[in-house]
């Protein structure tokens, strides 16, 4: 059941009177749901329950945290379909998304429980001493990864479950030991809350402390900036746009302490079509990339936003058949009113920029909230010059950039700025041939895609989703996979501590049985 | 010999018009020799330089690096007594520590050549393909750590050698394949330029990029500014003061695009003295803390500032007895007299604070530069309202604090800053029975000693010298030990990418022989 209520620790709460209500875009109404804007004595309750929940929820083993996880993700399945009604009716998306979107939930907290269970990810690092060392003798010194403290988790609004409430960020900082508060998403508050009341039900069946968890309501911008404030607050996960992380990033920055803050905050993620590919590819690409670009009606951040080709017969046939291809699609919702004002006044800025020229642009009647689609071409020197070409258009929308030279297309890759991909569509014999095109492109990338697609982020240790900024405020992290967890632990150093007062992962006799670095040699034996 | 010029790239450069001189602060006089700051000109030259270097530095092989950083070290030792000589004349240290220092830095340099010549370090991932799983293929993901990019590095005013020049910032910048600025400090710049010029050598002999490496004088902070704001430098390593380092985080964070600042800022290095303890030891630990204190003229960041023991007649027989040993000791040279006359008016600042009582201030009259060491010591509810207290005196300073009770040692602890150290000085009793106490210091701190004294930052993988700020500007790093590499780096990932034109590290038949996680094992197999 949805209350409408915060959870300040596992107490649902609703002391604020900034009441909110979700949209349901398909019909084009208010949810019959309404919400309460936690208030600011209820965020300061929760961090402080966050930073006492802390000291237990630290030291918590492994195992514990993975039975936590692996409850969690139970107890999301067992909310059923009213999880992805919910879900659906907060959206638009079709209940086929939310499936597989909770699917990759669950298996994103099933593997960081898989992770800390095993426990070797903690890193552990010993050196054993040298007493008789000269000029000094050398200590014993041991390290392993500990939590950073309490982590605040925005909802993304594209994302309701996996990058949300118990989403990507919040497993990976629960799985570190860190207490988690998540600032829900408005537009899918319902599905948010219903996502917590399973996380609450599995913190008290297993007795987890009060406040390892928190979820608040919340309209507008004021309780982000509140949350991130907070002295008490240690690191802080968003995925969303630009504006709306870099704010976040800096108000972390202006803090008497200032704290970590991993925003995923999307990107233009630029495709690199070459000549013999285009060629011999030329319709098979066209269809390709007009399902990447309107899929989910384009609300990725890997969704490619620009695409670039050297000036040839060929391309002038592709951007046909591609304007072609986007024109045959059906319209689809967008998930709310005011993302698409968004992708409507962004598309409005890009289509009224001098020397851009419209390749198609769907202006069928269509029902309230649908996307119109639309592809547009530029001349390589006018993209260069013209900055706000660069910029995301978040919808079903991709520019064409037409290269005089591939001096041109090098200096245009060197200048773009960070993003979460790059594509390069090329023959065999092509990738070998373009390598300052393609070190340029990997300059300003996460992840390189050879001949695919750059929607579709598998979730597994290998993938980086992160990037240069703005792709990511912290391109030393990357948002999804396992290692995501480094973005919520700090090293932490025992020096001469007495075996038995230390934690397993670094005893002598190694309990766990995990790997460890010992005097440089990566080993699972004892000491 | 020191010609006073700027390396830009390999280039011996003096166009700028200030000129500056170091200082001899043993004989109080200038030195003979004279430096010229770099101008704007030759500080966007090295920029540039080092950006163009990174496309070719960012691919050389692990094994390349070794022999670089090896021979860097080779040139260093090369520079023999003159090296040694000028040090001397530009800290006032003995030759005894210069040797030391040298010894240590060679010792980090052939850490990281060791690390990167097996090349485990990158994290290899690799995940291999499913192409038939529904209900979409899975594609082929590797990952790896890449340089991160150009990366500026400021010479640290206590550490001429072991956190400067060719010190561990730059070394693990090297040895991560980012080419690396040193903004030089002014107060060792003739040390700093020797080091430089070997390094140079070594580039030449080795055939380095022009630019991996440039080396830029400084008089004051303009120069470091022009560098923390270029958009061609994508990192910044620092070892000062707070307010320095805090001025550079707050540059980057302001840039167009915010960059990463790792800076060790120091810290109070609180030092926690149990009852037990302090009855049976209380002699001994008041000889090794006057030690401690004084090491150094007590220019470390890990010095031991605040001495916490609860109100006692052993604890009054300790501040007696540490009282008496500093009044022993020798006062020694400071490495400036800038550097005197900050600690003599945090000093005095610390003096003047009502409520502290002086145990022992050195008043002899000594010789220009030389330090006077002095202890104070306060009531902890005194302490705990007076925040100033809490902050470093950079010298042979402490303030012992006497606790009324065990909970307002706890509150104190909790309440103090991020630090580097946190010292527990127990019986083996003890540290079983004030879980909470040491659970709370764990909280602010980097690492914790066990019956040892803060100072000493042993280099060692299990080091963690770094913290809660301000002790560092981001915990989740470290600055000495191999894995401080992890600051200049990100991940990276490969999507299906034609096997032969992967990295070495990342290619199915590992030629390289490293450990890599495949399919969520680690392991050397191929593939």
């Not at 790059?422 to 895609?449: D, P």
Request: with cysteine; proline share 6%.
């Amino acid at each position: 059941m949805i209350t409408g209520k915060n959870y300040v620790g596992n107490q649902l709460s609703a002391k604020g009177n900034k009441i909110f209500t979700t949209f349901n875009p398909v019909l084009n109404t208010k949810n019959s749901w309404t919400h309460t804007e936690a208030s600011k004595e209820e965020i300061n309750e929760a961090v402080t329950l966050a930073s006492k929940a802390y000291e237990e929820f630290k030291n918590i083993s492994g195992k514990d945290k993975a039975a936590f996880l692996n409850l969690i993700a139970d107890e999301l399945l067992a909310l059923d379909n009213h999880l992805i009604k919910t879900y659906c009716l907060e959206t638009g998306l079709p209940e086929g998304r939310a499936q597989g979107e909770r699917s990759r939930t669950v298996f994103q907290l099933r593997s960081f429980a898989e992770l800390v269970a095993e426990g070797s990810w903690v890193e552990a690092t010993i050196d054993t001493p040298i007493p008789d060392r000269t000029p000094a003798s050398k200590p014993d010194l041991r390290k392993m990864n500990i939590p950073i403290g309490p982590v605040v988790v925005f909802g993304a609004s594209n994302f309701p479950l996996a990058y949300s409430t118990a989403g990507g960020d919040t497993a990976a900082a629960l799985a570190a030991g860190c207490p988690v508060i998540v600032k829900s998403h408005p537009m899918h508050a319902g599905t948010s809350e219903l996502v917590a009341s399973a996380m609450v039900k599995a913190i008290k069946k297993l007795g987890m402390p009060n406040g390892v968890f928190s979820h608040l309501n919340s309209s507008g911008i004021a309780v982000g900036q509140q949350l991130v404030k907070h002295p008490k607050v240690k690191a802080v996960g968003f995925t969303g746009s630009i504006r709306g992380g870099r704010a976040l990033l800096d108000l972390a920055a202006q803090r008497n302490e200032p704290i970590p803050v991993f925003a995923e905050m999307g990107s233009v993620n630029p495709v690199v079509i070459l000549p013999e590919a285009l060629q011999s590819r030329n319709a098979e690409l066209a269809k390709t990339y007009a399902n990447s670009i309107t899929l989910g009606t384009g609300q990725f951040c890997t969704n490619p936003g620009l695409i670039f080709g050297l000036k040839s017969k060929a391309l002038d046939q592709f951007i046909e058949h591609l304007g072609r291809e986007i024109q045959a699609k059906e319209s689809t919702v967008m998930l709310h009113p005011n993302i698409l004002e968004a992708y409507e006044a962004s598309k409005s800025k890009a289509l009224s920029q001098p020397k851009t020229t419209v390749v198609t642009h769907t202006k069928d009647k269509m029902p309230a909230n649908y996307a119109q689609q639309a592809i547009l071409t530029v001349q390589g020197a006018d993209f260069l010059e013209n900055h706000s070409l660069h910029q995301e258009v978040f919808g079903p929308f991709s520019l064409i950039v037409q290269c005089e030279s591939l001096r041109e297309l090098e200096s245009i890759i060197a200048n773009l700025e960070g993003q979460l991909t790059g594509t390069l569509i090329a023959n065999s014999t092509e990738i070998n041939q373009y390598q300052t095109l393609i070190s340029a492109l990997q300059n300003r990338v996460g992840r390189l895609i050879y001949n695919g697609v750059p929607t579709g982020v598998e979730v597994c240790p290998s993938m980086v989703h992160g990037g240069p900024y703005p792709a990511s405020t912290d391109s030393r992290f990357t948002a999804v996979g396992i290692h995501s967890i480094k973005r919520w632990v700090r090293p932490f150093s025992y020096q001469d501590w007495p075996n038995q007062r230390l934690p397993d992962e670094l005893k002598n006799e190694n309990p766990l049985g995990i790997s460890r670095l010992i005097n440089g040699e990566q080993s699972t034996r004892k000491i």
